[in-house]
T-cell receptor
Framework: DTEVTQTPKHLVMGMTNKKSLKCEQH?????MYWYKQKAKKPPELMFV???????INESVPSRFSPECPNSSLLNLHLHALQPEDSALYLC??????????????FGDGTRLSIL | GQNIDQPTEMTATEGAIVQINCTYQ??????LFWYQQHAGEAPTFLSY????GLEEKGRFSSFLSRSKGYSYLLLKELQMKDSASYLC??????????FGAGTRLFVKA
């Protein structure tokens, strides 16, 4: 078990569906991240929120929409995804301080399949 | 661009010591992190270096030389459960972290 909780663990959706991935942590971390990971590849950074404000968007297509309702929650809203978006989506958080140069704690991920 | 290079695969024997190397461009990296990732699971943090030198945490140690753009992860007393991918990751400023492709370690009996 990890201290960063992601739901759902698995998600299958069609290209016209709208769904959301959820992430929650209660460690008092003030930075939260979304990564995309394809099989046998490293995680690729998508978004970073710092103190509930979007800090980094790595030129992610608009069909992915992040949201940070409060310091403990991070959502990723999905709409009109493509088959190539099938991947493991990892949420992570890190403690404040160090200008972001802190170890990250990862959730178990959501395995997303687009039909 | 900023690259992180590490070997694709390594094999070692149970009980032995293995060193996984990582090289990176010297400009723009603030800290080097090592994560372990078992197949189908999330990465877990192992060790990190901000300053040059060796950081020891039980069976795992990590070393950094910023002037040489070089880091390594040392695993002692290898166990079968250490078979996993080991990811070298660099903080490039702020909250941005770049991961290497990972080294798949196979521990054999």
């Amino acid at each position: 078990d990890t201290e960063v909780t992601q739901t759902p663990k698995h998600l299958v959706m069609g290209m016209t569906n709208k769904k959301s991935l959820k992430c929650e942590q209660h460690m008092g971390h003030r930075a939260m991240y979304w990564y995309k990971q394809k099989a046998k590849k490293p995680p690729e950074l998508m978004f970073v929120y710092s103190y509930e404000k979007l800090s980094i968007n790595e030129s992610v297509p608009s069909r992915f929409s992040p949201e940070c309702p409060n310091s403990s929650l991070l959502n990723l809203h999905l709409h009109a995804l493509q088959p190539e978006d099938s991947a493991l989506y990892l949420c992570a958080s890190s403690p404040p301080g160090g200008g972001g140069n802190q170890p990250q704690h990862f959730g178990d991920g959501t395995r997303l399949s687009i039909l | 661009g900023q690259n992180i290079d590490q070997p694709t695969e390594m094999t070692a024997t149970e009980g032995a010591i293995v060193q996984i190397n990582c090289t990176y461009q010297t400009s723009g990296f603030n800290g080097l992190f090592w994560y372990q990732q078992h197949a189908g699971e999330a990465p877990t943090f192992l060790s990190y270096n901000v300053l040059d030198g060796l950081e020891e945490k039980g069976r795992f140690s990590s070393f950094l030389s910023r002037s040489k753009g070089y880091s390594y992860l040392l695993l002692k007393e290898l166990q079968m459960k250490d078979s996993a991918s080991y990811l070298c990751a660099g903080n490039t400023g702020g909250f941005k972290t770049i991961f290497g492709a990972g080294t798949r370690l196979f521990v054999k009996a």
